[in-house]
Protein backbone atom coordinates (compact mmCIF):
# COMPACT_ATOMS: atom_id res chain seq x y z
CA UNK A 1 0.00 0.00 0.00
CA UNK A 2 1.09 3.45 -0.59
CA UNK A 3 1.06 5.72 2.36
CA UNK A 4 0.64 9.57 3.14
CA UNK A 5 4.36 11.03 3.32
CA UNK A 6 2.57 13.82 5.08
CA UNK A 7 1.43 11.29 8.38
CA UNK A 8 4.41 9.95 9.15
CA UNK A 9 7.97 10.58 8.70
CA UNK A 10 10.03 8.31 5.52
CA UNK A 11 11.78 5.69 7.49
CA UNK A 12 15.43 4.58 6.40
CA UNK A 13 16.33 1.98 4.48
CA UNK A 14 16.39 -1.32 5.45
CA UNK A 15 19.53 -3.48 5.42
CA UNK A 16 20.73 -5.25 2.25
CA UNK A 17 20.48 -8.87 3.13
CA UNK A 18 22.13 -11.75 0.67
CA UNK A 19 19.51 -14.64 -0.22
CA UNK A 20 21.75 -17.43 -1.64
CA UNK A 21 20.30 -19.66 -4.24
CA UNK A 22 19.21 -22.74 -2.00
CA UNK A 23 18.81 -26.34 -2.71
CA UNK A 24 15.68 -27.01 -1.09
CA UNK A 25 14.04 -30.42 -1.07
CA UNK A 26 10.29 -31.14 -0.66
CA UNK A 27 7.88 -28.25 -0.75
CA UNK A 28 9.38 -26.25 2.31
CA UNK A 29 8.84 -22.65 2.29
CA UNK A 30 12.09 -21.01 1.43
CA UNK A 31 13.62 -19.89 5.02
CA UNK A 32 15.25 -17.08 3.38
CA UNK A 33 12.21 -15.96 2.60
CA UNK A 34 9.81 -16.28 5.74
CA UNK A 35 13.14 -14.22 7.99
CA UNK A 36 12.92 -11.48 5.17
CA UNK A 37 8.67 -11.52 5.80
CA UNK A 38 9.00 -11.56 9.36
CA UNK A 39 11.23 -9.00 9.42
CA UNK A 40 9.34 -6.41 7.45
CA UNK A 41 6.81 -6.18 4.13
CA UNK A 42 10.33 -4.08 2.67
CA UNK A 43 13.20 -5.15 2.52
CA UNK A 44 16.02 -5.00 0.61
CA UNK A 45 18.13 -8.02 -0.96
CA UNK A 46 21.21 -9.41 -2.97
CA UNK A 47 20.81 -12.59 -5.30
CA UNK A 48 23.72 -14.48 -6.32
CA UNK A 49 23.96 -12.78 -9.41
CA UNK A 50 23.81 -9.57 -11.41
CA UNK A 51 24.94 -6.49 -9.65
CA UNK A 52 23.81 -3.95 -6.47
CA UNK A 53 20.71 -4.65 -4.77
CA UNK A 54 16.56 -4.97 -5.37
CA UNK A 55 13.73 -4.16 -3.09
CA UNK A 56 11.52 -6.68 -2.10
CA UNK A 57 7.73 -6.44 -1.55
CA UNK A 58 6.52 -9.50 0.22
CA UNK A 59 2.97 -8.54 1.81
CA UNK A 60 -0.20 -9.35 -0.53
CA UNK A 61 -1.60 -6.20 -1.29
CA UNK A 62 1.29 -4.10 -1.94
CA UNK A 63 2.82 -7.40 -4.57
CA UNK A 64 -0.26 -6.28 -6.59
CA UNK A 65 0.18 -3.12 -6.27
CA UNK A 66 3.96 -3.04 -7.75
CA UNK A 67 2.76 -4.80 -10.44
CA UNK A 68 -0.24 -3.19 -11.64
CA UNK A 69 1.66 0.02 -11.30
CA UNK A 70 2.68 1.69 -14.14
CA UNK A 71 5.86 3.52 -12.22
CA UNK A 72 7.68 0.31 -12.19
CA UNK A 73 8.15 -1.28 -15.25
CA UNK A 74 10.33 -4.08 -16.76
CA UNK A 75 11.62 -2.73 -20.36
CA UNK A 76 14.63 -1.14 -18.35
CA UNK A 77 15.81 -4.95 -16.79
CA UNK A 78 16.96 -5.59 -20.42
CA UNK A 79 19.86 -3.56 -20.45
CA UNK A 80 20.95 -3.62 -16.83
CA UNK A 81 22.74 -5.96 -14.52
CA UNK A 82 20.00 -5.90 -11.77
CA UNK A 83 20.97 -8.60 -8.82
CA UNK A 84 19.06 -11.86 -9.98
CA UNK A 85 19.05 -15.78 -9.23
CA UNK A 86 20.00 -16.25 -13.16
CA UNK A 87 22.84 -17.18 -13.63
CA UNK A 88 22.83 -16.44 -17.23
CA UNK A 89 20.70 -13.54 -18.37
CA UNK A 90 19.86 -12.79 -22.08
CA UNK A 91 16.46 -12.26 -23.01
CA UNK A 92 15.30 -11.55 -26.52
CA UNK A 93 14.05 -8.27 -27.74
CA UNK A 94 10.66 -8.35 -27.98
CA UNK A 95 9.84 -10.56 -25.02
CA UNK A 96 6.49 -10.43 -23.55
CA UNK A 97 7.73 -10.64 -20.16
CA UNK A 98 9.76 -7.18 -20.53
CA UNK A 99 7.37 -5.56 -22.46
CA UNK A 100 5.85 -2.32 -20.62
CA UNK A 101 2.60 -0.76 -21.94
CA UNK A 102 1.57 0.00 -24.78
CA UNK A 103 4.10 -2.58 -26.37
CA UNK A 104 3.28 -5.12 -24.12
CA UNK A 105 -1.09 -5.13 -25.14
CA UNK A 106 0.20 -5.05 -28.81
CA UNK A 107 2.35 -7.91 -28.40
CA UNK A 108 0.18 -9.87 -26.55
CA UNK A 109 -2.70 -9.81 -28.78
CA UNK A 110 -1.15 -11.37 -31.53
CA UNK A 111 -1.41 -14.71 -29.87
CA UNK A 112 -3.77 -13.91 -26.82
CA UNK A 113 -6.88 -15.72 -28.88
CA UNK A 114 -4.92 -19.08 -28.43
CA UNK A 115 -5.09 -18.47 -24.63
CA UNK A 116 -8.65 -17.46 -24.04
CA UNK A 117 -11.26 -19.58 -22.23
CA UNK A 118 -12.40 -20.50 -25.41
CA UNK A 119 -9.00 -21.28 -27.34
CA UNK A 120 -8.21 -23.22 -24.11
CA UNK A 121 -11.12 -25.31 -23.74
CA UNK A 122 -11.37 -26.71 -27.43
CA UNK A 123 -8.36 -28.31 -26.45
CA UNK A 124 -9.74 -29.79 -23.92
CA UNK A 125 -10.87 -33.07 -25.21
CA UNK A 126 -7.81 -33.75 -27.34
CA UNK A 127 -5.94 -33.26 -23.83
CA UNK A 128 -7.94 -35.80 -22.54
CA UNK A 129 -7.58 -37.85 -24.73
CA UNK A 130 -3.66 -37.28 -24.93
CA UNK A 131 -3.67 -38.02 -20.98
CA UNK A 132 -6.22 -41.47 -21.21
CA UNK A 133 -3.19 -42.80 -23.71
CA UNK A 134 -0.30 -42.09 -21.47
CA UNK A 135 -2.53 -43.41 -18.57
CA UNK A 136 -2.97 -46.79 -20.80
CA UNK A 137 0.71 -47.23 -21.22
CA UNK A 138 1.68 -46.72 -17.97
CA UNK A 139 -0.66 -49.32 -16.64
CA UNK A 140 -0.10 -51.78 -19.22
CA UNK A 141 3.37 -51.63 -18.12
CA UNK A 142 2.94 -52.23 -14.27
CA UNK A 143 4.32 -50.57 -11.44
CA UNK A 144 6.38 -49.00 -10.29
CA UNK A 145 6.86 -46.02 -12.05
CA UNK A 146 8.28 -42.30 -12.53
CA UNK A 147 5.09 -40.61 -12.97
CA UNK A 148 7.47 -37.42 -13.73
CA UNK A 149 8.92 -39.63 -16.48
CA UNK A 150 5.51 -40.73 -17.79
CA UNK A 151 3.01 -38.28 -17.45
CA UNK A 152 3.75 -35.24 -15.74
CA UNK A 153 6.35 -34.10 -18.59
CA UNK A 154 5.32 -35.56 -21.16
CA UNK A 155 1.72 -34.45 -20.87
CA UNK A 156 2.16 -30.69 -20.68
CA UNK A 157 4.61 -31.24 -23.12
CA UNK A 158 2.31 -32.72 -25.72
CA UNK A 159 -0.16 -29.93 -24.90
CA UNK A 160 2.10 -27.45 -25.42
CA UNK A 161 3.08 -28.47 -28.96
CA UNK A 162 -0.83 -28.71 -29.80
CA UNK A 163 -1.55 -25.06 -28.61
CA UNK A 164 1.94 -23.63 -30.34
CA UNK A 165 0.89 -25.63 -33.55
CA UNK A 166 4.27 -28.40 -33.72
CA UNK A 167 3.57 -30.52 -36.02
CA UNK A 168 3.50 -34.46 -34.34
CA UNK A 169 6.78 -35.05 -36.55
CA UNK A 170 8.48 -32.14 -34.79
CA UNK A 171 7.35 -32.68 -31.26
CA UNK A 172 9.86 -35.46 -30.38
CA UNK A 173 12.86 -32.92 -31.00
CA UNK A 174 10.63 -29.80 -29.76
CA UNK A 175 10.70 -31.36 -26.58
CA UNK A 176 13.94 -32.42 -26.61
CA UNK A 177 15.12 -28.73 -26.89
CA UNK A 178 12.82 -27.95 -24.27
CA UNK A 179 14.08 -30.40 -21.36
CA UNK A 180 17.49 -29.39 -22.27
CA UNK A 181 16.78 -25.32 -22.30
CA UNK A 182 15.68 -26.26 -18.62
CA UNK A 183 18.51 -28.46 -17.38
CA UNK A 184 21.17 -26.23 -15.56
CA UNK A 185 23.54 -29.08 -15.98
CA UNK A 186 25.36 -28.41 -19.19
CA UNK A 187 24.94 -24.70 -19.77
CA UNK A 188 26.18 -25.49 -23.67
CA UNK A 189 23.59 -28.27 -24.63
CA UNK A 190 21.35 -25.42 -23.34
CA UNK A 191 22.81 -22.83 -25.54
CA UNK A 192 22.52 -25.44 -28.77
CA UNK A 193 19.20 -26.23 -27.87
CA UNK A 194 17.93 -22.75 -27.85
CA UNK A 195 19.57 -22.36 -31.40
CA UNK A 196 17.99 -25.66 -32.83
CA UNK A 197 14.28 -24.10 -31.15
CA UNK A 198 14.51 -20.54 -32.20
CA UNK A 199 16.17 -21.49 -35.40
CA UNK A 200 12.92 -24.01 -36.39
CA UNK A 201 10.73 -21.31 -34.80
CA UNK A 202 11.99 -18.68 -37.37
CA UNK A 203 11.59 -21.18 -40.35
CA UNK A 204 8.19 -22.12 -39.40
CA UNK A 205 6.47 -18.25 -38.52
CA UNK A 206 7.78 -17.37 -42.55
CA UNK A 207 6.09 -20.51 -43.75
CA UNK A 208 2.84 -19.37 -41.88
CA UNK A 209 2.64 -15.61 -42.73
CA UNK A 210 -0.82 -16.00 -44.90
CA UNK A 211 -2.53 -18.52 -42.00
CA UNK A 212 -5.55 -17.87 -40.62
CA UNK A 213 -5.18 -21.12 -38.11
CA UNK A 214 -5.42 -20.39 -34.17
CA UNK A 215 -2.12 -21.95 -33.40
CA UNK A 216 0.12 -20.00 -31.81
CA UNK A 217 2.93 -19.99 -34.56
CA UNK A 218 -0.16 -19.28 -37.44
CA UNK A 219 -1.39 -16.51 -35.50
CA UNK A 220 2.21 -15.09 -34.97
CA UNK A 221 2.80 -15.45 -38.57
CA UNK A 222 -0.15 -13.98 -39.67
CA UNK A 223 0.36 -11.04 -37.90
CA UNK A 224 3.87 -10.50 -38.78
CA UNK A 225 2.71 -10.90 -42.34
CA UNK A 226 0.43 -8.35 -41.76
CA UNK A 227 2.71 -6.26 -40.28
CA UNK A 228 1.21 -6.20 -36.41
CA UNK A 229 4.73 -6.85 -34.99
CA UNK A 230 8.31 -7.43 -36.40
CA UNK A 231 9.86 -11.34 -36.80
CA UNK A 232 12.38 -10.72 -34.15
CA UNK A 233 9.08 -9.80 -31.12
CA UNK A 234 7.75 -13.17 -32.79
CA UNK A 235 10.27 -14.73 -32.11
CA UNK A 236 10.58 -13.35 -28.89
CA UNK A 237 7.59 -14.45 -27.84
CA UNK A 238 6.97 -17.88 -29.12
CA UNK A 239 10.57 -19.50 -26.83
CA UNK A 240 9.15 -19.35 -23.22
CA UNK A 241 5.01 -20.04 -24.75
CA UNK A 242 6.70 -23.17 -26.21
CA UNK A 243 8.88 -23.43 -22.43
CA UNK A 244 5.92 -22.73 -20.43
CA UNK A 245 4.95 -26.71 -20.18
CA UNK A 246 7.50 -26.82 -17.51
CA UNK A 247 6.17 -24.90 -15.28
CA UNK A 248 3.13 -27.47 -15.29
CA UNK A 249 5.41 -30.22 -15.32
CA UNK A 250 7.13 -28.75 -11.63
CA UNK A 251 3.81 -27.85 -10.17
CA UNK A 252 1.81 -30.70 -10.67
CA UNK A 253 5.27 -33.11 -9.39
CA UNK A 254 4.70 -30.98 -6.05
CA UNK A 255 0.79 -30.99 -6.10
CA UNK A 256 1.32 -35.00 -5.97
CA UNK A 257 4.46 -35.59 -3.96
CA UNK A 258 1.56 -33.28 -0.98
CA UNK A 259 -0.64 -35.69 -1.55
CA UNK A 260 1.16 -38.56 -1.71
CA UNK A 261 2.87 -37.88 1.71
CA UNK A 262 -0.37 -36.48 3.68
CA UNK A 263 -2.58 -39.26 2.46
CA UNK A 264 -5.55 -37.67 3.88
CA UNK A 265 -5.95 -35.01 1.61
CA UNK A 266 -5.61 -37.49 -1.13
CA UNK A 267 -8.28 -39.72 0.27
CA UNK A 268 -10.51 -36.37 0.27
CA UNK A 269 -10.02 -35.97 -3.47
CA UNK A 270 -10.82 -39.54 -3.89
CA UNK A 271 -13.89 -39.21 -2.30
CA UNK A 272 -15.43 -35.64 -2.68
CA UNK A 273 -14.50 -34.93 -6.41
CA UNK A 274 -16.88 -31.53 -5.80
CA UNK A 275 -14.14 -30.11 -3.78
CA UNK A 276 -11.74 -30.59 -6.44
CA UNK A 277 -11.52 -27.17 -8.07
CA UNK A 278 -11.34 -25.24 -4.79
CA UNK A 279 -8.22 -27.51 -3.61
CA UNK A 280 -6.75 -27.22 -6.71
CA UNK A 281 -6.72 -23.19 -5.82
CA UNK A 282 -5.46 -23.62 -2.51
CA UNK A 283 -2.54 -26.12 -3.56
CA UNK A 284 -1.48 -23.61 -6.29
CA UNK A 285 -1.44 -20.89 -3.53
CA UNK A 286 0.28 -22.96 -1.37
CA UNK A 287 3.02 -25.04 -3.25
CA UNK A 288 7.27 -23.34 -3.38
CA UNK A 289 6.40 -22.38 -7.11
CA UNK A 290 10.00 -21.31 -7.90
CA UNK A 291 13.33 -20.45 -6.35
CA UNK A 292 13.50 -17.25 -5.14
CA UNK A 293 11.97 -14.33 -7.14
CA UNK A 294 11.37 -14.01 -10.78
CA UNK A 295 12.25 -10.87 -12.88
CA UNK A 296 12.69 -7.17 -11.43
CA UNK A 297 11.08 -4.34 -12.40
CA UNK A 298 12.81 -0.35 -11.89
CA UNK A 299 10.99 2.69 -10.24
CA UNK A 300 10.43 5.05 -13.03
CA UNK A 301 10.04 8.17 -10.05
CA UNK A 302 10.21 8.15 -6.13
CA UNK A 303 7.72 6.04 -4.73
CA UNK A 304 6.91 5.34 -0.96
CA UNK A 305 5.62 1.95 0.14
CA UNK A 306 4.60 1.24 3.90
CA UNK A 307 6.87 4.40 4.71
CA UNK A 308 9.71 3.67 2.87
CA UNK A 309 10.92 5.35 -0.07
CA UNK A 310 12.07 3.37 -3.52
CA UNK A 311 13.85 6.19 -5.49
CA UNK A 312 13.62 6.52 -9.00
CA UNK A 313 16.04 3.90 -11.63
CA UNK A 314 16.02 1.36 -8.67
CA UNK A 315 14.92 -2.27 -8.69
CA UNK A 316 12.06 -4.20 -7.15
CA UNK A 317 11.13 -7.77 -6.91
CA UNK A 318 8.09 -8.97 -5.48
CA UNK A 319 7.29 -12.34 -4.02
CA UNK A 320 3.91 -13.97 -4.97
CA UNK A 321 4.96 -16.97 -2.97
CA UNK A 322 4.73 -14.23 0.31
CA UNK A 323 1.90 -12.55 -0.99
CA UNK A 324 0.32 -15.82 -0.69
CA UNK A 325 1.45 -16.61 2.61
CA UNK A 326 -0.01 -13.24 3.84
CA UNK A 327 -1.86 -13.82 7.13
CA UNK A 328 -3.96 -10.74 6.13
CA UNK A 329 -5.47 -12.44 3.62
CA UNK A 330 -5.05 -15.94 3.94
CA UNK A 331 -6.06 -17.10 7.50
CA UNK A 332 -3.53 -19.72 9.04
CA UNK A 333 -1.61 -19.51 5.63
CA UNK A 334 0.51 -22.70 6.51
CA UNK A 335 -2.39 -25.26 6.77
CA UNK A 336 -3.85 -26.70 3.37
CA UNK A 337 -7.06 -25.80 3.15
CA UNK A 338 -9.06 -27.33 0.95
CA UNK A 339 -12.30 -25.72 1.91
CA UNK A 340 -10.55 -22.29 1.46
CA UNK A 341 -13.08 -19.25 0.52
CA UNK A 342 -12.39 -16.88 -1.04
CA UNK A 343 -8.90 -17.92 -2.04
CA UNK A 344 -7.71 -14.87 -4.51
CA UNK A 345 -4.08 -16.53 -4.70
CA UNK A 346 -1.66 -14.58 -7.25
CA UNK A 347 0.29 -18.52 -7.84
CA UNK A 348 -0.32 -16.95 -11.93
CA UNK A 349 0.80 -13.67 -11.30
CA UNK A 350 -1.04 -9.89 -11.35
CA UNK A 351 -1.42 -7.11 -13.67
CA UNK A 352 -0.39 -6.70 -16.83
CA UNK A 353 1.75 -9.38 -16.81
CA UNK A 354 -0.57 -12.17 -15.27
CA UNK A 355 0.44 -15.29 -16.93
CA UNK A 356 -0.66 -15.43 -20.24
CA UNK A 357 -0.62 -19.50 -19.88
CA UNK A 358 -2.76 -19.52 -16.78
CA UNK A 359 -5.99 -20.81 -18.08
CA UNK A 360 -3.94 -23.44 -20.04
CA UNK A 361 -2.09 -24.64 -16.79
CA UNK A 362 -5.14 -24.77 -14.90
CA UNK A 363 -6.87 -27.24 -17.83
CA UNK A 364 -4.15 -29.43 -17.38
CA UNK A 365 -3.63 -29.52 -14.11
CA UNK A 366 -7.31 -30.21 -13.69
CA UNK A 367 -7.06 -33.12 -16.10
CA UNK A 368 -3.76 -34.57 -14.31
CA UNK A 369 -5.50 -34.63 -10.88
CA UNK A 370 -9.11 -35.86 -12.27
CA UNK A 371 -7.41 -38.41 -14.41
CA UNK A 372 -4.71 -40.17 -12.31
CA UNK A 373 -6.64 -39.71 -8.61
CA UNK A 374 -9.46 -41.54 -10.40
CA UNK A 375 -7.82 -43.98 -12.45
CA UNK A 376 -5.00 -44.62 -9.91
CA UNK A 377 -6.87 -45.43 -6.38
CA UNK A 378 -4.30 -47.20 -4.73
CA UNK A 379 -1.57 -44.58 -6.10
CA UNK A 380 1.19 -44.40 -3.66
CA UNK A 381 5.15 -43.64 -3.17
CA UNK A 382 7.52 -46.58 -3.92
CA UNK A 383 10.29 -44.69 -1.94
CA UNK A 384 9.99 -43.13 1.67
CA UNK A 385 9.65 -39.31 0.77
CA UNK A 386 13.25 -38.21 1.87
CA UNK A 387 14.41 -40.53 -1.22
CA UNK A 388 12.17 -38.78 -3.64
CA UNK A 389 15.25 -36.09 -5.85
CA UNK A 390 14.39 -32.49 -6.09
CA UNK A 391 16.00 -30.11 -8.96
CA UNK A 392 18.78 -28.29 -8.29
CA UNK A 393 19.79 -25.25 -9.05
CA UNK A 394 16.85 -24.46 -10.99
CA UNK A 395 14.41 -21.42 -11.23
CA UNK A 396 11.56 -23.52 -11.02
CA UNK A 397 11.45 -25.90 -7.92
CA UNK A 398 9.91 -29.23 -8.16
CA UNK A 399 10.49 -33.38 -7.76
CA UNK A 400 13.33 -34.94 -11.03
CA UNK A 401 11.27 -37.70 -10.42
CA UNK A 402 8.40 -39.34 -8.60
CA UNK A 403 8.64 -43.26 -7.92
CA UNK A 404 5.25 -44.42 -7.31
CA UNK A 405 3.07 -47.69 -7.15
CA UNK A 406 -0.68 -49.00 -6.83
Known sequence: ??????????????????????????????????????????S????PHGEGWAWLVTRYDDVRMVTNDPRFTRAPVVDGQVTRLAAHFKPKRGSLAFADQPEHNRLRGAVAPAFTHRGVE???????????EMMDELLADGPPADLVERILEPFPIAVVCEVMGVPVADRERMSAWTRQIVSPQDAAASARAKDGMYGWFTETIRAR?????????????????????????????????????EAVTANTGQMFFLLLTRPNLLERLRTEPAVRPTAIDELLR?????????????????VEIRGVRISAGEPVYVSYLAANRDPDVFPDPE???FDRTPNPHVAFGYGPHYCMGGLLARMQTELLIDTLVDRLPELRLAVPPEEVPWRRSTLIRGPEALPVTW
Open 1 to 42: MIEDTAARPILGPPPVRHWPALDIAGTEFDPVLAELMREGPI
Open 44 to 47: RIQL
Open 122 to 132: RLRARAQDTLH
Open 209 to 245: YGSTEEDVISLLGAAVGRGDITEEEAIGLVGPLQIGG
Open 286 to 302: YIPHRSSVGLARIAQED
Open 335 to 337: RID
